[in-house]
C-alpha cells in the first residue's frame, strides 16, 4: 500500500475535471490488468483533503531481502530476468513506463515467482503532471539524460535489478567527478559475469536501448536460461 499526497491543483485554465478525479479515472482503467508478474492493483481510495491511498498486491518477501539467494546463480537470474520482462512487455503494450523497477518493489512469491509491484504511479498521475512530488525515485535514471520516465529508462533500471541479482546486493552508478566514466564502470561491473549474462546486462545498460531491441539481443523465447 502506498499513499500520495493531495494531487495538485490544476491551473486557471484547466476543465472543471480535478486532478483527482483524473487520478481515479487512470487508476480504474489501469486497475483490470493481470499478470502472472504483475500485483494486482486492489483499490484507490479517497480520504481527506483529497489524499489518496493506493492499495496492491502484497507480499511478505521482496526481492532485496533475498538477493544472496540469486547470486553466481546463472540459471535463477535468467528466470528472473525473463519474469520481469514478460512484466515490463505487459505494461509497455498498455502505455505504462515510470515503473520504479527496482529488488525492493518486486514481491518474491514461492517457487521463486515474482511480480513487480510499484508500476502505477506514474501512468495513473500522468507521469507525474497530476502530483506535486517526484513519481519515480532519479537513483533510478540512466545517466545520460534520458526521459527517467520512458520504457529505455525501465530498461535501465531492469539492468541494474540483473547486477543486483548477479551479485547478491545492489550496484549504483557512481556519477561525482571523481569517478571513472560510466562505460568502465559497466565493464568493470560485467568482467566477471559469464560471458551471456554480461552482454545482457551491458545491453541493458546501454542507456538507449528499448524493450524490444533488448529481447532481441537476449535472443530467447521465453526459456529460463543463460
Not at 512469491?109 to 509491484?117: N, P, Q, R
Not at 561491473?189 to 541493458?204: D, G
Not at 546501454?206 to 532481441?216: G, H, K, Q, W
Request: glycine share 6%; net charge negative.
Amino acid at each position: 500500500m502506498s499513499e500520495m499526497a493531495s494531487p495538485a491543483p490544476p491551473a486557471p485554465s484547466a476543465s472543471h475535471t480535478t486532478p483527482t478525479l483524473v487520478v481515479l479515472s487512470r487508476f480504474h482503467s489501469l486497475a483490470p490488468l493481470r499478470h502472472p508478474h504483475l500485483a494486482a492493483l486492489l483499490s484507490l481510495a479517497r480520504g481527506r483533503h483529497e489524499r489518496l491511498t493506493l492499495v496492491s498486491e502484497y507480499a511478505t518477501s521482496t526481492l532485496d531481502g533475498c538477493l544472496e539467494a540469486y547470486a553466481g546463480d546463472a540459471a535463477k537470474c535468467a528466470c528472473a530476468c525473463v519474469q520481469l520482462i514478460d512484466a515490463l512487455a505487459c505494461l509497455e503494450a498498455r502505455g505504462v513506463a515510470g515503473i520504479n523497477l527496482a529488488p525492493r518493489a518486486v514481491l518474491t512469491l514461492g517457487d521463486s515467482v515474482l511480480k513487480i509491484a510499484d508500476y502505477a504511479m506514474a501512468h495513473i498521475t500522468d507521469n507525474g503532471a497530476l502530483v506535486d512530488f517526484d513519481v519515480v525515485d532519479p537513483r533510478l535514471a540512466p545517466p545520460e539524460g534520458l526521459d527517467v520516465i520512458s520504457p529505455k529508462a525501465d530498461v535501465w533500471a531492469l539492468g541494474l535489478v540483473l547486477a543486483a541479482l548477479w551479485l547478491g546486493t545492489e550496484w549504483q552508478l557512481s556519477l561525482s567527478d571523481e569517478a571513472e566514466p560510466v562505460e568502465a564502470q559497466i565493464a568493470t561491473l560485467i568482467e566477471p559475469m559469464p560471458p551471456l549474462m554480461a552482454s545482457f546486462v551491458a545491453l541493458a545498460l546501454a542507456v538507449d536501448v528499448d524493450l524490444v531491441e533488448f529481447r532481441l539481443g537476449l535472443g530467447t523465447s521465453g526459456q529460463c536460461r543463460i
